[in-house]
Nanobody, 120 residues
């Protein structure tokens, strides 16, 4: 079992930056692939980025590519999402997910989410 807590959200002006944190406890996060997702009102949850266990492989959706960067700090057991050049359409609740697969079993853990609001 792993507990995830997101932080770093807030209200920013378009063009500004935020760094979100996903802090884990209960397990070492290096066992897990970690992804960032967001959900805006009236929309389905959207995948944004993920980072593999080694930190050597990352992937992003086109809408955030070049603006967002996912990284992990093993010593702090934390995964970050650096968000630059924020746009109003980035407004959403941002959540992190940790996933691990062993054989046919899969473990999935979610944080509570943090609100990001980008004003005009």
């Amino acid at each position: 079992q792993v507990q995830l807590v997101e932080s770093g959200g807030g209200l920013v002006q378009a063009g500004g930056s935020l760094r979100l944190s996903c802090a884990a406890s209960g397990r070492t996060l290096d066992r897990y692939t970690v992804g960032w997702f967001r959900q805006a009102p009236g929309k389905e949850r959207e995948f944004l980025a993920h980072i593999d266990r080694s930190g050597g492989t990352t992937d992003y959706v086109d809408s955030v590519k070049g603006r967002f960067t996912i990284s992990r700090d093993y010593a702090k057991n934390t995964v970050y999402l650096q968000m630059n050049n924020l746009k109003p359409e980035d407004t959403a609740v941002y959540s992190c997910n940790a996933r691990r697969t062993v054989g046919r079993s899969e473990w999935n853990y979610w944080g509570q989410g943090t609100q990001v609001t980008v004003s005009l």
